[in-house]
C-alpha cells in the first residue's frame, strides 16, 4: 500500500509528539490516516472519496473522552498553542492498587503522570486530584467524578451499629452526594458546616417571621432537613481530602449542639408569635433544650473516656440488640425532628407531636445516661 505522503511529526510540546501518516490503496478512492502519540497510543480515521477537491474536515474521536473533535489540522495546531497550567509529576517506579478509585499501576518505566488541565480537552482528567496511573485514561466530566467520590465515601463510611434508621439510611445517603459534589468544588469541610447551619437557621428563620401554613411547613423542614444532610457531609469532605483532625471535629459538635438548641428556641418564638397557647406549653421549647443538651454531654463526654480506655465497650460482633435499639432510637433521630415539621401549618397537632417526642426523648436520655455511667464505673474487685 503505497504511502501518499511521507509520515510527518507535528510537536505540540517539547516533550510530545504527534506522528501522522496518510495512505491510500492503487485501486480505491479511499484514504486513511493514523494518529500517534508516545503516551496515548494510536487512532486511526478514514475518508471516502479522496479525489475531491475541497473535503469536509476528518473526524477524530477523541482519547478519554466521548464524542469526538473535527479538524485534526486545527488540534493538532491547538495543543501546540496550549499552555501548561501543572507541572509534570514523576510516576513512581512501582505503585500498589488504589481499592478506592480502581486504578492499578505497575512498573512503569521513566512514564510520566500529567494533570488533565496539561493537556486540555484530548486527555482524561485525575478524579478528585489524585494523580493519574501510568497508562491509564481516568474520566474528566463531573458526572464521573461524582460517581467516583460516591463510591470512595460508600466504602470509608463509618459503622452503622446502632444508628437509628433515618440517619443511617437517609441522611447519610444525602450526605455522601452532598459531600462528593462539594469535594468536586473544592469546598473545605469548614465551609461545608457553614452552609449546613445557614440551611437550619433559614428554616428556623422561616419558622419565627411567617405565619404558618402548609407552605411554610413545606419550606422549614427541606431546610431542616438539608441542614442535617449538609452536617453528614462536613465531615465526609474531611475523610475524602484529608483534611480530618481534632479542630473540625470540635467545630462540628459545637455547630451540632448550638442548631439543636436554637431549633427549640425558634419554636419558642413561634409559640409566642403565632400560638399563643396555654402559658405551661411553654415549657415544652425549655424542656427539649434541656433534654438535649443533658444527653449530647453525656454523648460526647462518655466517647471522650472510651477513647482514653477508661469506660468498658461492647464489641459490635457481640451486640445481639443494636438492630432493635437502631429502631427504638428512632424518636431521637435528627431527622425525624426534623420532619415533625412539617405539621406546623396545624399548631395543635404539632404540639401533640412535639410534647409526645419530648417524653420519649427524655425515657430515651435516661436509659443511655445510665448506660453511660455503668460503663464508666469502676468494676467491683473480686476478693
Known amino acids: 500500500m503505497p504511502s501518499l505522503t511521507p509520515p510527518r511529526t507535528t510537536s505540540a510540546r517539547p516533550d510530545e509528539r504527534f506522528d501522522a501518516t ?27 472519496d479522496t479525489g475531491a477537491a475541497a473535503r469536509p474536515p476528518v473526524s477524530l474521536p477523541s482519547i478519554g473522552r466521548p464524542g469526538g473533535v473535527t479538524g485534526l489540522g486545527r488540534r493538532l495546531r491547538g495543543a501546540a498553542r496550549r499552555p501548561r497550567t501543572h507541572p509534570p509529576v514523576e510516576a513512581p517506579a512501582s505503585a500498589a492498587t488504589d481499592t478506592s478509585s480502581g486504578v492499578t499501576s505497575g512498573s512503569a518505566p521513566s512514564s510520566r503522570v500529567t494533570s488533565a488541565s496539561s493537556v486540555g480537552a484530548d ?83 422561616l419558622l419565627c417571621l411567617v405565619e404558618p401554613g402548609p407552605v411554610v411547613a413545606v419550606g422549614v423542614t427541606v431546610l431542616l432537613l438539608l441542614g442535617y444532610a449538609l452536617d453528614s457531609a462536613d465531615g465526609q469532605v474531611a475523610r475524602l481530602s484529608g483534611r480530618s483532625g481534632p479542630a473540625g471535629e470540635w467545630l462540628d459538635h459545637v455547630t451540632d449542639q ?31 433544650a434541656v433534654v438535649t443538651s443533658a444527653r449530647f454531654l453525656s454523648q460526647i463526654l462518655g466517647e471522650q473516656f472510651r477513647r482514653a480506655g477508661q469506660a468498658r465497650t461492647m464489641d459490635e460482633a457481640q451486640d445481639r440488640h443494636a438492630g ?28 401533640q407531636a412535639y410534647a409526645a417526642l419530648l417524653i420519649l426523648n427524655g425515657l430515651l436520655a435516661l436509659v443511655s445516661m445510665r448506660r453511660r455511667y455503668v460503663e464508666l464505673r469502676p468494676r467491683p474487685r473480686r476478693v
Open 123 to 205: 486527555l482524561g482528567a485525575p478524579a478528585a486530584g489524585e494523580p493519574i496511573a501510568p497508562g491509564a485514561l481516568v474520566p474528566r466530566g463531573f458526572h464521573d467524578q461524582y460517581r467516583d467520590n460516591v463510591a470512595r465515601l460508600a466504602a470509608a463510611q463509618k459503622s452503622g451499629h446502632g444508628v437509628p434508621p433515618y440517619t443511617r439510611y437517609v441522611n447519610r445517603w444525602l450526605g455522601r452526594r452532598l459531600a462528593a459534589m462539594a469535594a468536586i468544588l473544592r469546598l473545605t469541610p469548614n465551609a461545608v458546616t457553614g452552609l449546613s447551619m445557614l440551611a437550619s437557621y433559614l428554616g428556623m428563620a
Open 324 to 351: 432493635l435499639r437502631a429502631v427504638l432510637q428512632l424518636p431521637s433521630d435528627t431527622g425525624v425532628i426534623c420532619a415533625m415539621f412539617l405539621l406546623v401549618g396545624l399548631p395543635m397537632l404539632f404540639l
Open 22 to 48: 496518510a495512505t491510500i490503496a492503487p485501486d480505491s478512492t479511499d484514504a486513511t490516516a493514523t494518529i500517534s502519540t508516545a503516551d496515548t497510543g494510536a487512532a486511526t480515521i478514514s475518508t471516502a
Open 258 to 288: 448550638a442548631r439543636t438548641v436554637s431549633l427549640h428556641m425558634a419554636v419558642l418564638i413561634w409559640l409566642y408569635r403565632f400560638v399563643e397557647p396555654a402559658p405551661a406549653l411553654y415549657l415544652l421549647p425549655m424542656a427539649w
